[in-house]
C-alpha cells in the first residue's frame, strides 16, 4: 500500500497544476468559438451589465439594483432570441469540433498545384470554389457532392471546373491531403453588408466560413480575381504567391494571428487588400 500512498501523494502535488491547465484550456477554446462567430457581443453585453449591477450594488443604488434585477430575466430571454444564429452556430462547433483528431495537411506542392488551377481558371475567366477544412468536421457539406478522394493535380480540378459539366458549379473539399469530393452545395452568407457585385460562389465561400472554421480558396468567373474566406471575412484579389503563402499558414497554424505575428508584413497586405470588401463586423 506504500506505493498507492506515494500515487496519492504526487497527485496532490500535480493537483493544481492539472486543474489549471484544464480550466486555461478549455476557456482558450470557449474564447476560439466566441471570437470565430458574433456572439462575442453577446459576452461584452452581459459584462457590461454585469458591471452596471456590481455598481449599483457597491454604491447601494437601490432603485438601479431593482430595476435591473427585474429585467433581468427579460433580457437573458431577448439575449437568446437575438443571438439565436450565434448561440446555434456555437453549439453546431462544439458539436461537430475535433479538437484531438490528428489531421494530415496538404503538404506545400499539393497547395502550389491548387494554387496553379486556381491562376490558369483565372485567366480563362473560369470559376472556381475549393474547401479546405481544419477542426470542425464538414461531413454534411462532402455528403452533398460526389466522391472523388483523388490525388491533388492542378490538371484534374482544372478538368473538374473548366468545362460546364455536373460538377463545375459546386464546391471541391480537399481534406487529408486528397480531394474528397466536387459538386458540394455550401450555405449562402448571412450577411447584410456584402459587396453588391459579389456572386453566388462569394456568398457560398462567406456562408462556409460563417459555419466552419475552413479556409475557402474563390475565383471569380466575372473578374478572374483569386480570394480567400476564413473566420467570417472575404479577403479578395490577392496573388498567387499571397495565396499560397497564407494557405500554408493558415491550414498548418489554424490561425491568421499566428501567420501575422510571424510575417507582419502579410498582415498589412492582407487588411490592404479587403479594406473595400466588406465591413467589419
Known amino acids: 500500500m506504500e506505493w498507492f500512498q506515494r500515487l496519492i501523494a504526487i497527485y496532490d502535488r500535480i493537483r493544481p ?32 451589465l454585469a458591471l452596471v449591477y456590481g455598481i449599483a450594488f457597491l454604491f447601494k443604488l437601490t432603485t438601479l439594483q431593482w430595476v435591473l434585477t427585474i429585467m433581468g430575466p427579460g433580457l437573458f430571454i431577448a439575449i437568446a432570441i437575438v443571438f439565436q444564429p450565434e448561440l446555434r452556430k456555437i453549439f453546431m462547433r462544439l458539436g461537430q469540433g475535433e479538437f484531438f483528431r490528428p489531421d494530415i495537411k496538404p503538404r506545400i506542392g499539393q497547395l502550389e498545384a491548387v494554387v496553379t488551377a486556381a491562376e490558369l481558371l483565372s485567366q480563362q475567366r473560369r470559376g472556381m470554389l475549393v474547401v479546405f477544412p481544419r477542426k470542425i468536421n464538414i461531413r454534411n457539406i462532402i455528403e452533398t457532392g460526389t466522391r472523388i478522394n483523388a490525388e491533388i493535380s492542378s490538371s484534374l480540378i482544372v478538368a473538374i471546373f473548366e468545362f460546364d459539366g455536373p460538377l463545375h458549379d459546386g464546391a471541391m473539399v480537399i481534406q487529408h491531403g486528397k480531394i474528397t469530393a466536387a459538386g458540394c452545395f455550401l450555405p449562402l452568407s448571412e450577411q447584410q453588408d456584402i459587396r453588391k457585385s459579389f456572386g453566388t460562389r462569394h456568398r457560398a465561400s462567406l456562408g462556409m466560413s460563417e459555419q466552419s472554421d475552413a479556409v475557402i480558396l474563390v475565383v471569380s468567373e466575372e473578374t478572374g480575381a483569386i480570394s480567400l474566406a476564413y473566420d467570417m471575412k472575404l479577403y479578395y484579389d490577392l496573388s498567387p504567391i499571397e495565396v499560397t503563402r497564407k494557405l500554408k499558414e493558415l491550414l498548418d497554424r489554424g490561425s491568421w494571428r499566428e501567420a501575422e505575428r510571424s510575417d507582419p508584413a502579410l498582415g498589412a497586405s492582407e487588411l490592404e487588400n479587403s479594406k473595400d470588401v466588406l465591413v467589419e463586423q
Open 17 to 48: 497544476v492539472l486543474d489549471v491547465a484544464l480550466l486555461a484550456f478549455l476557456l482558450y477554446k470557449g474564447y476560439e468559438l466566441l471570437v470565430k462567430t458574433q456572439a462575442l457581443q453577446l459576452v461584452k453585453g452581459a459584462g457590461f
